[in-house]
Nanobody
Framework: QVQVVQAGGGLVQTGGSLNLSCAASGRTFSMYNMGWFRQVPGKKRELVAG???????TYADSVKGRFTMSRDNAKNTVYLEMNNLKPEDTAVYYC????????????????WGQGTQVTVSS
């Protein structure tokens, strides 16, 4: 059973920066696909950035050039560096783990972090 624990988030002004981290248990973390998602009331949870076991990292168009996802397989941890934040980035951010290469759209309920609030003020 994979355990996912997040840290970070908070309140920042437009143009500021915040960092998130996510640690996932497991002896085969390097084989996990990992994703950062965000959700606001009334909208579906959306994928912000994905880090795949192939070594590829992808980003939603809305955050390209501003957010950077990285991973440290030795620490079973992924990170999200968020720069030049905008009010539309305000959301609850979730970390999800896909340990079986099912796709980050198929993350099981018990493979999510607890969520953390990111608020960007105008």
């Amino acid at each position: 059973q994979v355990q996912v624990v997040q840290a970070g988030g908070g309140l920042v002004q437009t143009g500021g920066s915040l960092n998130l981290s996510c640690a996932a248990s497991g002896r085969t973390f390097s084989m996990y696909n990992m994703g950062w998602f965000r959700q606001v009331p009334g909208k579906k949870r959306e994928l912000v950035a994905g880090s795949y076991r192939s070594g590829t990292t992808t980003y939603a168009d809305s955050v390209k050039g501003r957010f950077t996802m990285s991973r440290d397989n030795a620490k079973n941890t992924v990170y999200l560096e968020m720069n030049n934040l905008k009010p539309e980035d305000t959301a609850v951010y979730y970390c999800g783990a896909d340990p079986h290469d099912d796709g980050v759209g198929m993350i099981a309920d018990d493979h999510w972090g607890q969520g953390t609030q990111v608020t960007v003020s105008s």
